[in-house]
C-alpha cells in the first residue's frame, strides 16, 4: 500500500519561495501510469489543485499558479518536491501530495500546514 509524507517549513516569509517534499514509500515514483499531484487547502476554503508530475517525468501546472510553481522529483530517493515563489498571505494553506491515474487522487498524505507570514 503506497504512503505519502509531506515535510518542509511550516512558516515561510512573503516573496520568498516555499519548497515542499513528498516522500514516497510502497511504490516507485516511475510506475506506470502514475501521477503525483501537489494540492492546496487555503483556510476556510475548498481545494485547490496546483500541478503534477507524471511517472514519465512530465509536469502540469494550474494556469492560475503556473509562472509561480515547480514541481520535480528524485527517483533515487522516491520524492517529488513543489517549489512555489514569490508568496504571499493568501498561499497560507495546507498542503497535500497526492497520487492517482489520469484525473483521480486515490491517494493523499496527511497534508502540511504552511504559513506565510512576516
Known amino acids: 500500500q503506497v504512503q505519502l509524507q509531506e515535510s518542509g517549513p511550516g512558516l515561510v516569509k512573503p516573496s520568498q519561495t516555499l519548497s515542499l517534499t513528498c516522500t514516497v514509500s510502497?511504490?516507485?515514483?516511475?510506475?506506470?501510469?502514475?501521477?503525483y499531484s501537489w494540492i492546496r487547502q487555503p483556510p476556510g476554503k475548498g481545494l485547490e489543485w496546483i500541478g503534477y508530475?507524471?511517472?514519465?517525468?512530465?509536469?502540469y501546472y494550474s494556469p492560475s499558479l503556473k509562472s509561480r510553481t515547480s514541481i520535480s522529483r528524485d527517483t533515487s530517493n522516491n520524492q517529488v518536491s513543489l517549489q512555489l515563489s514569490s508568496v504571499t498571505p493568501e498561499d497560507t494553506a495546507v498542503y497535500y501530495c497526492?497520487?492517482?491515474?489520469?484525473?483521480?487522487?486515490?491517494?493523499w498524505g496527511q497534508g502540511t500546514q504552511v504559513t506565510v507570514s512576516s
Open positions: 497526492a497520487r492517482g491515474e489520469a484525473g483521480t487522487f486515490g491517494s
Open positions: 508530475i507524471a511517472y514519465s517525468g512530465s509536469t
Open positions: 510502497g511504490g516507485s515514483i516511475t510506475t506506470n501510469y502514475y501521477y
